[in-house]
């Protein structure tokens, strides 16, 4: 695990130890937990935009489909 230092308010930390204190959780957890969570949005978004990008044009309305691409699978 890495050690890393962020540069914060005095005013914003003692606020979020004592809502993390009356939440029985640390704050070092907490933000472990925003990290990761707010990184797995960013990827999921990526990858939504790529199968978008992918998918773009395959479906244009009034497009005809063979019977193979019919019932491909």
Not at 11 to 38: D, T
């Amino acid at each position: 695990m890495k050690n890393i230092t962020f540069n914060l308010d005095e005013n914003l930390i003692r606020r979020a130890r004592e809502k993390a204190r009356r939440e029985h959780r640390s704050l070092n957890k907490l933000v472990k937990q925003w990290l990761s969570e707010w990184t797995y949005e960013t990827k999921r978004t990526e990858n939504y935009n790529k199968l978008m990008e992918r998918l773009q044009g395959s479906c244009e309305p009034g497009g005809k489909f063979s019977r193979d691409e019919m019932n491909e699978r």
